[in-house]
């Protein structure tokens, strides 16, 4: 392997500035996702570095340490099994001694920092050499699909491509004057939140926090658009741009106002304005392979499956094995907290 150096990032300018030379790049991997993160929730420490050679930057390594115990620590290269793992150069992309030596130092820095294992998303528009790569390194790995929509300049092509169910139903939320609007506004965050809290306990999943939601809001990559009836907010969409990629990333809408097709309306103005402003995908977020009916959904924009794996390489297998034991407690305590915490905030908001 040849010789790089590492150097820990402090400044969003220089990693987003290097990140964005990354095609596969997604806003989870963006400075402002960092500090939503690590400002948001107290056991993520993240160590950001830039992987150098010959006095250029060359890869991007993202890493949280993720801490819920003195004595356990794990390192993810994105909570959440998010998409992470080495942002190569564009000009590197099939350079394998410098992926092989990237996913070295992640290994590297993890070890050193004391966890007991690292994890890595591989992102579904990155080249088959980092598969190939993280396939070699892994103890295990388990495949996961998402939905990308690539959009085109012209967006009266992507309109065309649409299945008539869709085009169907845009048409009817602007004929029962549904209006949409993006959206800084904390008003309209707290009113969109009160509908998502619905929802999650509909579905019996944990919310996301109040805090993170407005935190993003107000990010450089954060944008809110919420469809209205005579002022009254039925549905939202909290959308992700970084880079190329726009991520679909935290929506809901009042079951009520279905039949308005509220969803339909604001996914269109999201898709549409992405195609006006130089943006090169949609991702429509990972699927239940059990839910056929939101992968129809997904597909009916025109939307098309990649795979991605998350892999795992464990450096403790006994502290592994009492994590596991004891993470689906934690996991049912953390989400009874949350719900808790968003009820609160809901009944705060009325």
Request: some cysteine; overall charge positive; aromatic content about 14%.
């Amino acid at each position: 392997m040849r010789g790089y150096d590492l150097v820990e990032i402090e400044k969003r300018e220089t990693w987003d500035g290097f990140v964005r030379m990354c095609p596969y790049s997604t806003p989870f991997n963006s400075w402002s996702w960092r500090c939503a993160l690590s400002e948001r929730f107290v056991g993520m420490v993240p160590y950001y570095f830039l992987m150098r050679g010959n006095g250029e930057n060359l890869v991007a390594i993202p890493i949280f340490l993720f801490r819920p115990f003195p004595t356990f620590k794990s390192a993810l290269s994105m909570p959440w099994n998010l998409f992470g793992g080495p942002m190569v150069r564009g000009d590197l992309l099939e350079d394998t001694d410098l992926i092989r030596s990237s996913i070295a130092a992640m290994e590297r820095i993890a070890r050193q920092n004391g966890a007991y294992e690292l994890i890595i998303t591989r992102p579904p528009l990155s080249p088959e050499s980092l598969r190939t790569e993280l396939q070699r390194w892994a103890d295990q790995s388990e495949g996961k699909f998402t939905h990308l929509l690539r959009l085109d300049p012209d967006f009266e092509r992507i309109w065309r491509s649409y299945n008539p169910r869709v085009r169907t139903a845009v048409r009817k939320a602007n004929r029962l004057s549904v209006r949409w609007s993006r959206t800084k506004s904390e008003d309209k965050l707290r009113e969109f939140y009160r509908i998502y809290l619905k929802a999650m306990l509909r579905f019996r999943s944990p919310p996301k926090p109040y805090e993170l939601l407005r935190y993003v809001q107000t990010s450089p990559i954060g944008d809110l658009i919420v469809a209205e009836v005579e002022g009254k907010v039925i549905a939202g969409l909290l959308f992700l741009t970084f880079g190329k990629t726009i991520t679909l990333w935290c929506g809901a809408s009042l079951r009520e106002f279905r039949s308005y097709r509220p969803n339909n309306l604001i996914f269109n103005e999201v898709i549409k304005w992405g195609c006006q402003n130089g943006y090169e995908w949609v991702d429509f977020g990972a699927s239940p392979p059990e839910n056929r009916g939101l992968v129809a959904f997904k597909e009916e924009w025109g939307a098309v499956r990649f795979d991605f794996e998350i892999y795992h390489k464990v450096f403790s297998p006994a502290k592994k094995r009492v994590w596991e034991r004891i993470e689906p407690d934690l996991r049912r305590f953390y989400s009874l907290l949350q719900s808790t915490k968003a009820k609160l905030k809901g009944k705060g908001n009325r």
